[in-house]
């Protein structure tokens, strides 16, 4: 059970040859999945070698060209691909018009099935649920409508305790799923033998929460309490607090609030205003609330591992 989180853009507003707009590029679990496609997401997919045909559910947060502009020409290269795999797609419901009316004006059309998932609720629901993965809304505040989301592994098949289980003899391999399934074992002779003496917990589930963009919104701390990894927009340092307001955007010490009183892991910050040049500041600004603090960056890669406890692995591609 792992999660990979890789920044393919990190930058609000305007993309530019250094800076790119909001993606990422998720593993959890050995699920993948797209957050956010701001302008230009095709070309960092390629850049930072992602294989296209490992996307099959796109999450968008909110209808600003800086979140979602590259969803059109990346749907478009599917279909130049032969895509065939189905591809879901969930953000606002006025996606999907968008995006048909896009496919209609230019006569083109897909090679896979496009599904849209339209979200317009104001409450956290569940919008995807497999064996391994489940991913929740997180309900923000913006200009527009706009979601988070939470993402959250599945706690896994407890695992077996081969010493305790051979001193049974009437435990067979058969039995087995059974015990990791959590099962408690009935001998012949009517007894029970519990299932916790005879397995071990399951790792630590591992979960990561996307909250861009929004205003400070301290009530969301009770949908991604505990969270292993947060990544919490960060337009604006402390010098801007006026301007955070009238946009609805957050500083980099809001979002250190954030992620104080949710108690989180790790807080990844992101969505730099083109008015710094310094981006340490953000981070300096949100250490002195919250210690745990990494500023996001195109190409860097952060992986958390349960094997590893406790240890966060931070790479860089080139």
């Not at 999450?59 to 590259?70: C, K, Y």
């Not at 496009?114 to 995807?128: A, G, T, V």
């Not at 991913?135 to 098949?157: M, Q, S």
């Not at 391999?173 to 012949?188: A, P, V």
Request: with cysteine; proline share 3%; aromatic share 10%.
């Amino acid at each position: 059970m792992s999660i990979s989180l890789t920044i393919l853009g990190c930058h609000s507003a305007t993309p530019r040859t250094f800076a790119h707009p909001t993606s990422q590029y998720l593993e959890i679990n050995n699920r993948r999945f797209l957050i956010d496609c701001g302008e230009g997401t095709q070309v960092q997919l390629r850049k930072y070698k992602i294989k296209f045909s490992a996307i099959n559910h796109i999450f968008i947060s909110h209808l600003h060209g800086d979140h979602f502009f590259g969803l059109i020409g990346l749907l478009s290269t599917f279909g130049l691909l032969g895509r065939k795999n189905d591809l879901h797609v969930f953000g606002p419901r006025d996606l999907k018009n968008i995006i048909n009316l896009q496919l209609k004006a230019s006569n083109s059309w897909l090679s896979f099935n496009l599904i849209f998932h339209e979200l317009y609720s104001d409450k956290s629901e569940l919008i995807f649920d497999d064996d391994k993965v489940e991913v929740y809304t997180i309900p923000l505040e913006h200009r527009v409508y706009t979601n988070g989301f939470l993402f959250k592994e599945k706690t896994g098949e407890r695992k077996l305790n081969i010493e305790a289980i051979k001193q049974i003899s009437e435990i067979e391999i058969c039995d087995y799923q059974n015990l990791k399934s959590g099962k408690d074992f009935t001998k012949k002779d009517g007894r029970v033998i519990l299932n916790k003496s005879l397995t071990f917990n399951p790792p630590k589930s591992l979960s990561y929460a996307f909250c861009s963009d929004t205003i400070y919104k301290p009530d969301i701390t009770s949908i991604i309490k505990g969270v292993d990894l947060l990544y919490h927009e960060a337009t604006f340092l402390n010098d801007r607090q006026e301007t955070a307001i009238t946009t609805k955007h957050s500083t980099a010490e809001e979002a250190a609030k954030i992620a104080k009183q949710a108690n989180v892991g790790q807080l990844i910050l992101g969505h730099y205003s083109s008015r710094y040049n310094n981006l340490d500041l953000f981070k300096q600004e949100a250490e002195t609330v919250f210690d745990k603090v990494i500023l996001a960056k195109e190409g860097k890669i952060i992986k958390i591992d349960n094997k590893v406890p406790n240890e966060l692995f931070i790479a860089h591609l080139n």
